[in-house]
Structure formats: C-alpha cells, structure tokens
C-alpha cells in the first residue's frame, strides 16, 4: 500500500533549506509536521517515514520514545547526518559523550541516513559501523531563492569585497576571519558581515574587534530573498568554520547559486569539491595553523582580482546546477525511497 504521508522536522524555520527540501520531499509525499499527526493514530498508520534534521541538538528521552514508537508502527526514520556534532556543543568531555551517545542511538534507530556530501561517510563511521545505512542525496541548491533577488551590478572602482553571510556564531571563526582582514591591510577591500548574532555579547565583540577597519556589520536576520543580494555584493565569501564541529555548509552552496566563489576550510563538503578549480580549500590543524592557511587564501583570492573569481563563480553555478538542482535531488529521493524504503 502506498503510505501518503512523510513527517518532516522541523517543519518551520529561518533556513531556506527546510523550505527547498519539504518542497523536493513534496514531489513524492504529502509533506506535514510532527505536530500535525502524532496524535492522529489514521494518519501515522498511512505515513512513510519522518525526516530528522538535527534532532541531536535537542534529544530528549520523551523524543526517544516516541521514535521507537514509530518504528513499531512502520513509520521509518530518515536521519539527516549534518554536522559531526552540534555546534554549540561545550567543551566539557561529559557533555560531548553524552551528546555522541545520543548521535549513537539516532544512528542505530534510523533506516536511512542521509549524507549531503560523500566525504561525511568517514565522520559517520564514529557513530555506527552499518554503512549500508547512508544514501547520498545532494545539498539543495537555493536557485528558487535567487530567482527573486535583484542583479546587483558592479561598479569598475568600487573596492573588493569579502563576505561573509550567515548566523553569527563562535563557531564560525569571525574573531579570527576579522584579525586577518585587519593584518593583511589590503588596499581598496572591504569586510561584510551579515547575519542574526546569536547573543548580544557576541555581537558586541565582533564589533569591538572591527573598529577602524573597513568592516561592514550588518546585524540581523534577512530574508532568503535579501541572503542573494547581499552574496552578490561581495567578489568573495568566505567561510573559516571551526572544523570540530562543521561538515557541511548551505552558505557555500548559496554562494555557488549566486555566482561567487568561496573561501572555506576542508570541511566534508568541500572535500567533495577539492579537484575542482572554483573554489579555495584550505585544510588546518590548529588554530595558528587556521590563521596561516585562512590569510593565505585571502591575500590569494585578493591578488586574483575581480575577473578570476567571477569566472570562478560562474564554473561554480554551472556544476552546481548540475549536480544540486531541486530536479536531481528529487530523483535522488525516488531512487532512496525505492531502494531502501
């Protein structure tokens, strides 16, 4: 019998990419929430499976029950392996195993878990030894995003522009991303920074650190829509991501659907892309060696100039948008459903 339902979670959020994936997802189920069912006995009974995004973030025991609850009732698990471990994850080593117990338990319940990169499988291995489990399905580009972005044009004087676009967090490096703008003293460069800090204190840090430097903050959340304009004011994004935690990264493929190339650290994604020439990967092993490779690559993209790096883009958008169109990624999820469902 074919099941009508699939429950995505979360539903709702300020990520384009729930909304990009629910409609994917949508080409073969009626997508609905976790709240939209739980209680309707009919309806889980005619639902396929639940979807789970970073439910490792916030597993509690009542989430675990419920879980094995599904299972008994046919309902399959798809996890959605994003990140090694969650970012606001502490420093405290208890906390850590408990948190890597919790990834342990998800992995070990899920039918399929999906992997947005092939280079992720390594990081997955620390969490389960069943690698019959992971199905590669492709990041979804954000192209139904940029359709609604104005063409921003570029003037022949206006200086280079590094940006960086996305939720200001500590594990995102900008502390270190500001001090080597500011060592490296470019002429006529620009800083952007762009996005909902996630505390003020946070906030105010980076912007002590910014002063007297042409660092351009921008702090608040901006629509999916206003995301392409302000990636497309840049020449380059750039993305040091604390590795510990970072796997992969939407920002990079928002860059990529908008034309830029991008500055990132060798996170899984990017490992994916590391023989190709649109981008700059730099790998590092601690933070002196973070600062080095991140300063290199800057002062690289820089000495480029302009028409390097928009060429960059343009290679970019086209492999992505051979490789990560919502057209591929459906039939990704045909080819999973049919195989392991």
């Excluded at 999906?114 to 069943?130: D, F, G, M």
């Excluded at 991140?294 to 343009?314: D, H, P, T």
Aim: contains cysteine; positive net charge; hydrophobic residues 40%.
């Amino acid at each position: 019998m074919h099941k009508e339902y699939i429950i995505y979670d979360p539903f709702w959020g300020l990520n384009a990419y729930i909304e990009n994936m629910k409609k994917c997802w949508g080409e073969l189920y009626k997508v609905v929430s976790f709240s939209y069912v739980e209680d309707n006995i009919c309806m889980l009974l005619n639902t396929k499976a639940i979807i789970l995004n970073w439910i490792e973030c916030d597993l509690s025991r009542k989430k675990m029950k419920q879980l094995v609850w599904f299972k008994m009732l046919g309902i399959k698990i798809i996890w959605v392996f994003h990140n090694r471990i969650p970012h606001d994850s502490s420093d405290n080593i208890r906390e850590i195993e408990k948190t890597r117990k919790k990834m342990g338990f998800i992995a070990k319940i899920s039918d399929v878990i999906i992997l947005h990169s092939y280079s992720s499988w390594r990081y997955l291995k620390e969490y389960t030894v069943n690698g019959d489990k992971a199905f590669y399905i492709p990041h979804v580009d954000y192209m139904r995003q940029v359709q609604w972005a104005r063409d921003v044009q570029r003037g022949d004087q206006d200086d280079f522009k590094f940006v960086f676009q996305g939720a200001i967090s500590p594990y995102k490096n900008l502390e270190l991303l500001v001090k080597v703008f500011r060592e490296l003293n470019l002429p006529n460069c620009q800083l952007h920074i762009i996005g909902k800090p996630c505390s003020t204190e946070y906030a105010e840090k980076i912007s002590r650190l910014s002063v007297g430097a042409k660092i351009y903050l921008k702090w608040e959340w901006i629509s999916d829509y206003a995301v392409g304009q302000e990636i497309q004011k840049g020449d380059v994004m750039v993305l040091p991501y604390d590795l510990k935690s970072s796997m992969n990264s939407g920002a990079m493929i928002a860059a990529f659907s908008n034309k830029r190339t991008v500055i990132v650290c060798a996170n899984a994604m990017a490992q994916d892309f590391r023989e190709e020439d649109f981008l700059y990967i730099y790998d590092y092993s601690n933070q002196e060696s973070h600062y080095c490779q991140l300063k290199a690559a800057m002062k690289l993209a820089y000495e480029n100039g302009v028409a390097v790096n928009r060429a960059k883009g343009e290679k970019a958008f086209e492999y992505i948008r051979r490789h990560n169109s919502e057209e591929i990624v459906v039939k990704r999820l045909k080819k999973m459903v049919k195989e392991r469902l």
